[in-house]
C-alpha cells in the first residue's frame, strides 16, 4: 500500500496529455471537446469507453487462442505425402530434433507470452473495476512491460511466413501457412489493440480519489 497523501495524478493536477503526440495541456475536468494544439487530436483526460473496449478486445482473442492453438499453423507437402504441425508440436519437434534454444524462443514467444499478456491484462482490468489501490506503480510498469514485449508474440507467424516464402519447390515441396497461424495472428493483434485500448491513468484514479472513484468511462 502506497501513502496516498504524497501522490497526485495529472487529472488532480488540471494536467491532460494528447493521446497522439503526448503534448500536455492545462484544462479543467469539466471541459468538453478540446483539442490538441500541436496535433489537433481530440483530448481527453481518460480514454472514452476503455474498459469496455479493452474487454471485448480480450474476450475475442481468449477466443481465438483455442484455435490458435489446437488447429495447424504450417502445412508441409511434398512427394511423401503431407504433415501439418501446430505450435506445440513444432515446439517438440524442434527439442527432440536436438534444437532446444529455439525450442525454448518458440514455447515462451508463442505461447507463454501471449497467455501471460492476456491473463495480466484481466487482472489490470479487474483492478481498476474493483478500484484497487494495491501498487499502483507496479501495476503500471506491469502494463509498460505488456506493451513492450507483445509484439515479439508474432515469431510463430514470422517463421511460418518466412518459410512459405523460402520454401517453394513447385510439385516436390510445399509449404504454407495453416488456419491456426490465422488465429494465432488474430490472437496477437486484438492483444495488441487490447492494450492500447487500456488506459493505465485509470489504475490512479483510485489513488487519486479513494473515497468516490466510480467507472465514468464505460
Known amino acids: 500500500m502506497i501513502d496516498m497523501a504524497n501522490e497526485m495524478t495529472g487529472s488532480s493536477a488540471g494536467l491532460m496529455g494528447c493521446h497522439a503526440c503526448g503534448l500536455t495541456h492545462h484544462a479543467s475536468p469539466e471541459t468538453h471537446h478540446l483539442t490538441c494544439t500541436r496535433c489537433g487530436s481530440s483530448l481527453h483526460f481518460r480514454k472514452p469507453n476503455s474498459l469496455s473496449r479493452t474487454w471485448a478486445l480480450l474476450i475475442a482473442a481468449y477466443v481465438l487462442i483455442v484455435p490458435a492453438n489446437l488447429l495447424?499453423?504450417?502445412e508441409t507437402g511434398s512427394l511423401f505425402g503431407s504433415e501439418e504441425d501446430t505450435i506445440f508440436s513444432g515446439v517438440?519437434?524442434?527439442w527432440t530434433s536436438g534444437s532446444q534454444p529455439l525450442a525454448i524462443i518458440l514455447f515462451f514467444a508463442s505461447i507463454v507470452i501471449p497467455v501471460a499478456k492476456l491473463l495480466s491484462l484481466t487482472y489490470l482490468?479487474?483492478?481498476v473495476q474493483r478500484r484497487s489501490t494495491w501498487e499502483p506503480k507496479e501495476r503500471t510498469r506491469l502494463y509498460r512491460i505488456l506493451e513492450a514485449v507483445g509484439r515479439w508474440s508474432m515469431i510463430d507467424v514470422y517463421v511460418a511466413a518466412m518459410l512459405t516464402?523460402?520454401?517453394q519447390f513447385g510439385s516436390l515441396m510445399s509449404i504454407r501457412a495453416g488456419s491456426?497461424?490465422?488465429a494465432f495472428g488474430a490472437v496477437v493483434v486484438l492483444t495488441i489493440f487490447a492494450a492500447e485500448s487500456f488506459d493505465p491513468r485509470l489504475i490512479w484514479d483510485a489513488v487519486d480519489h479513494p473515497e468516490k472513484v466510480k467507472e465514468k468511462h464505460d
Open 72 to 74: 495447424p499453423v504450417m
Open 165 to 167: 516464402a523460402l520454401v
Open 180 to 182: 491456426g497461424a490465422i
Open 92 to 94: 517438440i519437434y524442434l
Open 125 to 127: 482490468l479487474i483492478s
